[in-house]
C-alpha cells in the first residue's frame, strides 16, 4: 500500500554529514522563505490537497498553506501565537541532542535550567522561597496540575462534596480540569460576571455562605488575570480575601495575562497575584513563543511534590528535598521533552526588557485600536481593554434586536473573507459578540491600522446587504 505523502529520497538512520547538511540547508530555505512572505500571504487560506510533488520543500508548503496563520501579524484571533524563532532554535537543539531532562539524576543542568525559568516566573509574580513548579504543555495541563494540587492538598481523603468557584468567564479548561480530576459539574460553581465581565464578590461570597449551610465543602477558588474571551483581569486581592477568610485554595488562571507582570500597567493591574497558591502562565502566548509551552507555579513546594511524586523501583534513591528540580515529581508526565531551554534562551537572547517593550507596545495599540473603533458611533464597545484584549458588536442600521446576533456573525465572516486580518467571534452574556485580541511581536501600528480599514470596508457591506 502507498503512503498518502511523497516518497522523498530515502537517508539511512543516522544520516552523514553530508545528508544532515543537505536536509537542514532545504528546511531552512522552506522557513526563510515563508517568514520573509509571511505578511503578505492572506491570514486565512483554502484547504489544498498534500503535495504528491517527490520534493520535501513542496510537501511543507502544502501542509502549512491552508486554515488560518496564528503567526501572521493580522492574526488578532483567540490569543494569537507569534512563535519567537528563537525558542524554535532551542526545541531543534533540544530534540536533536534528546537527553533526559525529567529527571535531576539524569541531565543535572537541563533540570537545574528548567528550575531557573520557574524562578525566574515567581520573581514574576512575587512568590517568596519555597515555591515550585514545572513547564507544562500549555495552559490546560497547567490548570489541571493546580486543581489536583489543590484538592490532594486541601481534601487528602474524601473530596466528593468538595466545590469549586469561577465565574462565567473562566476558561473552559478548568472545567475540564475538574472532571477529569473526579469532580462533576454539580461541584462546580459558576458565579455571574458584571459588566466588565469579571466576577461579582458578593455573588461568590452568598454562593460560598449557602454551600457550607448545605453541608458541601468549598475549598478552591480560581480568578482570571486576563480572560479569553475578553481580557479582564478579576479583583486580585479581593479575591485573595475571600479566599483567605474561607480557607479556599486560591488559583490564578493567568495563562493570557501573567506575562504582562513584566510592565508597570500590568503589574497595576495585576496587583494581588502574589497573594495565589497557585498560578498558570503560557509563555506561548504574552513571551511569543511556540505552541506547546505553559508552566504552573505552586506557592508551597510540599504542597505540588505531595500530589504527584511517585518513584517506580527502577529509579534511583534520591533525596526527596530535592523533589523539586525533578520535573516528574511536580506534574503528571513522566516521558517528556525538557522545555527549560526554549524558554531560557529567548530570554538570554532577547531579554526581559526586549519583552517588556512589545507586551507595552501590545497594550498601547489595544487602546488605540479602542479608542479609534468607539469614536465612530458604529459599534457597541462591550469592555474596555484590562490588557489588549476587548469584545465589541457592530451596531445594527434597520435590524431589529433579534437579528443582532446574525449581523455580527455576517459580519465576522466579511472581515475574515478578505485574508487582511482575522477575527473570532464569542458569546457574552448570551448575545455574540467580536474579539481583537492583539498579543503577537509581529503586530504593529500597520496592521491595527489595517484592522480599523477591514472594520469599516465589513460594515459598509454587510449593513448594505441586510
Not at 539524569?106 to 516566573?121: D, R, S
Not at 478548568?174 to 465581565?197: H, Y
Not at 523501583?313 to 523533589?323: C, E, F, G, K, S
Not at 486580518?421 to 458569546?427: A, F, H, I, Q, R
Request: aromatic share 8%.
Amino acid at each position: 500500500m502507498d503512503l498518502p505523502w511523497p516518497q522523498l529520497e530515502r537517508l539511512s538512520l543516522d544520516p552523514s554529514v553530508q545528508e544532515w547538511d543537505e536536509l537542514a540547508s532545504t528546511v531552512h530555505a522552506f522557513l526563510q522563505e515563508e517568514l520573509a512572505l509571511l505578511g503578505s500571504q492572506p491570514v486565512l487560506q483554502g484547504e489544498e490537497a498534500l503535495s504528491s510533488e517527490q520534493d520535501l520543500k513542496s510537501f511543507l508548503r502544502s501542509l502549512f498553506g491552508s486554515g488560518f496563520n496564528a503567526a501572521h501579524p493580522g492574526f488578532m484571533a483567540y490569543i494569537p501565537g507569534g512563535g519567537l524563532v528563537t525558542s524554535a532554535l532551542a526545541d531543534w537543539i533540544v530534540k536533536t541532542m534528546n537527553r533526559y531532562g525529567t529527571a535531576h539524576f539524569a541531565a543535572p543542568k537541563l533540570a537545574e535550567l528548567e528550575y531557573q525559568v520557574v524562578a525566574t516566573f515567581a520573581r514574576w509574580i512575587g512568590f517568596g522561597p519555597g515555591f515550585a513548579g514545572v513547564l507544562t504543555t500549555g495552559g490546560s495541563l497547567a490548570n489541571f496540575t493546580a486543581l489536583v494540587t489543590a484538592r490532594r492538598a486541601m481534601l487528602p481523603e474524601n473530596f466528593l462534596s468538595g466545590t469549586i468557584y469561577c465565574s462565567d468567564q473562566t476558561h473552559h479548561s478548568v472545567m475540564k480540569a475538574a472532571n477529569l480530576a473526579g469532580f462533576s459539574a454539580r461541584n462546580v460553581r459558576i458565579v455571574p460576571t458584571d459588566r466588565d465581565f469579571r466576577i461579582e464578590v458578593a455573588a461568590l461570597k452568598s454562593q460560598i455562605t449557602a454551600d457550607r449551610a448545605a453541608g458541601l465543602a468549598p475549598f478552591l477558588l480560581v480568578g482570571s488575570a486576563g480572560t479569553t474571551n475578553t481580557g479582564s483581569v478579576d479583583p486580585m486581592s479581593e479575591l485573595a480575601a475571600v479566599a483567605q477568610a474561607e480557607g479556599l485554595w486560591y488559583h490564578v488562571d493567568a495563562a493570557y495575562g501573567g506575562a504582562f507582570l513584566l510592565t508597570d500597567r500590568g503589574r497595576k493591574q495585576l496587583a494581588g497575584i502574589a497573594e495565589a497558591d497557585s498560578v498558570t502562565l503560557d509563555p506561548h502566548k504574552g513571551l511569543f513563543l511556540p505552541y506547546g509551552t505553559g508552566g504552573i507555579l505552586v506557592k508551597d513546594r510540599d504542597s505540588l511534590i505531595e500530589a504527584h511524586e511517585l518513584r517506580g523501583a527502577y529509579m534511583p534513591d534520591l533525596d526527596r528535598a530535592q523533589a523539586h528540580l525533578d520535573p516528574f515529581s511536580l506534574s503528571v508526565e513522566l516521558s517528556r521533552e525538557h522545555r527549560g531551554l526554549k524558554v531560557a534562551l529567548p530570554l538570554m537572547l532577547h531579554g526581559e526588557d526586549a519583552f517588556a517593550e512589545a507586551l507595552d507596545e501590545k497594550l498601547d495599540l489595544a487602546e488605540y485600536a479602542f479608542e479609534a473603533m468607539d469614536r465612530t458611533g458604529t459599534f457597541d464597545m462591550l469592555n474596555r481593554p484590562d490588557l489588549s484584549t476587548f469584545a465589541f458588536r457592530l451596531l445594527p442600521t434597520t435590524q431589529t434586536d433579534k437579528d443582532l446576533g446574525d449581523l455580527n456573525r455576517r459580519f465576522l465572516d466579511e472581515i475574515n473573507s478578505a485574508g487582511k486580518v482575522y477575527l473570532s467571534g464569542t458569546v457574552l452574556h448570551d448575545t455574540f459578540a467580536l474579539r481583537v485580541s492583539i498579543l503577537s511581536h509581529r503586530t504593529h501600528q500597520a496592521q491595527i491600522d489595517t484592522l480599523l480599514e477591514e472594520l469599516n470596508r465589513a460594515a459598509g457591506h454587510v449593513r448594505v446587504k441586510g
